[in-house]
Nanobody, 123 residues
Framework: VQLQASGGGLVQAGGSLRLSCVASQITFDLNVMGWYRQAPGKQRELVAAITTGGSTQYVDSVKGRFTVSRDNAKNTVYLQMNSLKPEDTAVYYC??????????????????WGKGTLVTVSS
């Protein structure tokens, strides 16, 4: 599978950005699509993910500010990021997986990643 993300950039605190990611060369069911991020000096974390049926999960720090959505027909996942904070600064990675094991828990993880897109939030 190939994942192409877009939409990153520089934004002031309180602003918004929308990330998009298109999957191609698909060889398995994209049961889950979502986004990870990695800030400088920190571990990569799962930010948000969504199943084919629309079930979602978010890391606590973005709940109420970020919204993940997908267009199954277009094999595309989106991340609408509002009320951005400087601590949201990170490289954001699109990810997909067929696996639903541990879905909805902190242990859920996806194995297929795209190249990241940088989001910088200035204070």
């Amino acid at each position: 599978v190939q994942l192409q993300a877009s939409g990153g950039g520089l934004v002031q605190a309180g602003g918004s950005l929308r990330l998009s990611c298109v999957a191609s060369q698909i060889t398995f069911d994209l049961n889950v699509m979502g986004w990870y991020r990695q800030a400088p000096g920190k571990q990569r974390e799962l930010v948000a993910a969504i199943t084919t049926g629309g079930s979602t999960q978010y890391v606590d720090s973005v709940k109420g500010r970020f919204t993940v959505s997908r267009d199954n027909a277009k094999n595309t996942v989106y991340l609408q990021m509002n009320s951005l904070k400087p601590e949201d600064t990170a490289v954001y990675y699109c990810a997909v997986d067929q696996n639903l094991r541990n879905w909805g828990t902190r242990d859920y993880a996806m194995d297929y990643w795209g190249k990241g897109t940088l989001v910088t939030v200035s204070s």
